[in-house]
């Protein structure tokens, strides 16, 4: 795909693609100009954010433009955020990008829904190798007082399954489906994030790096109380029947 021809263009399309934190420390990294941008891309590791630093670096030929971009940047990641917050339904992609700019990373998604967690979180994956970003939001999420549970697939109950349970060193209630109460043959194969009862993202994406960042990946992100209570309780109750039990 060709770079957007202005820097407007390029600044409405991340400010809708990252997640706002992000954006901010672009933001601040744009008022030095082209050095600021490269400074920032020098400092952080995550790919999305480097390839925007390389992006914006093109769009700007003096620090008056990093002033003008970072006012940009700030400004139509505000316009989203109120935009988002009133909208049901988002779409969620990780992969090449296209000449549509209406969808969202999954990174900055699940970026977004684990700091904005208050009370608990619900996660659902097949493989589970979680970037070190991810380790850490939900540690941070834990140590304010938010009630983790995360159910993985494990080699013990799928023996064609070959990865290995996460998380270990994170104060989080851990769920598996043993094999005795499934179909034979059978995997835990949702992909699922449900916060708070109140938001959940349902899609393709395990909780990998890869699947943040690189894989083709696609999900629908869900503002609807109602359904994500209904997921969440569907967990609770398989919990509470026996089909779901908790691990050490």
């Known amino acids: 795909m060709t770079a957007p021809d202005s820097l407007e263009e390029a600044t409405a399309e991340l400010a809708e693609r990252l997640p706002y934190a992000d954006i901010n420390q672009i933001a601040h990294a744009c008022q030095d100009g082209r050095a600021g941008l490269r400074a920032l891309e020098a400092k952080v590791a995550g790919i999305t954010v480097r390839t925007a630093c390389q992006r914006l670096r ?4 003096d620090d008056a433009d990093g002033q003008y971009a970072a006012g940009l940047l700030i400004g139509a990641a505000k316009a989203r955020q109120n935009l988002r917050s009133e909208r049901g339904v988002d779409v969620v992609w990780t992969g090449p990008p296209s000449a549509v700019h209406t969808a969202r990373l999954t990174s900055a998604v699940v970026s977004e829904l684990i700091d904005s967690a208050r009370t608990e979180l619900l996660l659902v994956s097949y493989a589970s190798y979680p970037p070190t970003s991810l380790s850490t939001a939900l540690a941070a999420a834990a140590t304010r007082g938010v009630q983790v549970t995360v159910l993985l697939e494990q080699q013990a109950d799928n023996p064609r399954f070959t990865g290995s349970a996460s998380f270990s060193r994170l104060p989080v209630t851990r769920l ?59 967990i609770d109750s398989l919990r509470e029947i026996g089909v779901l039990v908790v691990t050490s």
């Open 58 to 61: 093109g769009h700007l030929t």
């Open 176 to 234: 598996s489906w043993p094999a005795h109460r499934r179909e034979a043959g059978a995997a835990l194969h949702a992909k699922i994030i449900v916060v708070d009862r109140r938001v959940a993202l349902i899609g393709s994406a395990n909780l990998t790096g890869h699947a943040f960042e690189k894989n083709f990946e696609c999900g629908i992100l869900l503002r609807d109380a109602d359904n994500a209570r209904v997921i969440a309780r569907h």
